[in-house]
């Protein structure tokens, strides 16, 4: 069997790391490249044009695939030049290796980019309206991907669970360091509603999707809508944390930099048109991640 190389920026991440091992399931040789460079990721700074050149015109792979950029929306907020050469720039420097290579691309980006206001889950076809800069940044560099290739996926994802102890700084690994902290009281907003998008599945279904050569923007979110109260109490009450009380609060309970979108939830459309929308519901998604990384999290009589 011919093993297709994937050459794979911001590798030493959660979804870096879940794609780099879906992809070797899939026969593919990865290539990894990270910022956080070691052993087996090989050191690579997208923001520099030189460097991206020379590792795309060197290694030649099948597929690029750029996971690297800043997921901070505070410090995108604060720090803008910052959020613009690492999301934007950093793409269009990956998009134009690979327009002179001719090599396709995959661009992973996010629900940031629509503004919230739709009652609904957003679709591909919905226009996007970002409200702060990360998802400005991200936006940007949709448009670039699209102008400079005729070969690409860009795949939106949006609050994204995954990595488990250590590495999980989003909202999941958030509520377990403060279980572990032990925490009795928890307070979660009520207000922001989303899609769930276990890194896990989204790695193993854009590694399936990518071999079908249906180039274009999908969404690639676990199916189902939540609150981040919903989540906190599915996590406590899949771990049978009776003992915590959780309490539901308004967003502006939590002073931030950044402001976020209210929904950003999405519905996989044209996986579904395609017949092709194999994503399990966020609920079991959760419940597999916390029972895989988290199960010396429950309670015990």
């Known amino acids: 069997m011919k093993f297709l190389k994937a050459l794979v920026t911001g590798a030493a991440g959660v979804v870096g790391t879940d794609l780099s091992e879906a992809l070797a399931r899939a026969h593919y040789k990865v290539l990894r490249t990270d910022l956080k460079h070691s052993e087996d990721v090989a050191y690579l700074d997208v923001r520099e044009t030189s460097e991206v050149n020379a590792v795309v015109t060197r290694e030649r792979p099948d597929l690029v695939i750029h996971l690297a950029a800043e997921i901070d929306v505070d410090r995108c907020e604060i720090e803008v030049d910052h959020a613009y050469r690492t999301n934007t720039l ?3 420097n990956v998009a134009l290796a690979c327009q002179q290579q001719d090599i396709p691309m995959v661009y992973v980006s996010t629900a940031g980019i629509f503004d919230g206001t739709k009652s609904e889950p957003y679709n591909e076809f919905d226009h996007p309206n970002p409200v702060n ?3 400005r940044t991200k936006l940007e560099g949709e448009k670039l991907v699209t102008q400079l290739l005729s070969r690409f996926f860009i795949l939106r994802a949006s609050w994204m669970i995954g990595g488990g102890p250590g590495k999980d700084t989003k909202f999941v690994g958030k509520i377990m360091k403060q279980l572990e902290a032990g925490a ?4 979660a907003v009520t207000d922001k509603i989303g899609s769930l998008t276990y890194s896990s599945d ?3 279904r854009m590694a399936s999707l990518i071999q079908t050569e249906c180039y274009g923007t999908y969404h690639l979110a676990n199916k189902g809508t939540c609150t981040r109260y919903d989540v906190a109490r599915h996590v406590l009450d899949h771990l049978g ?19 976020r979108a209210r929904s950003e939830m999405l519905r996989n459309y044209a996986l579904e048109l395609r017949g092709m929308d194999s994503m399990r519901s966020w609920q079991d998604a959760l419940n597999h991640y916390l029972d895989k990384h988290f199960a010396y999290g429950k309670q015990t009589d």
């Open 202 to 204: 989204f790695s193993e």
């Open 133 to 135: 800069v990360y998802g």
């Open 241 to 259: 944390r009776n003992d915590v009380v959780l309490n539901g609060v308004t967003s502006e309970t939590f002073t931030l930099p950044a402001p």
């Open 90 to 92: 950093g793409t269009w």
């Open 184 to 187: 009795r009281e928890l307070y």
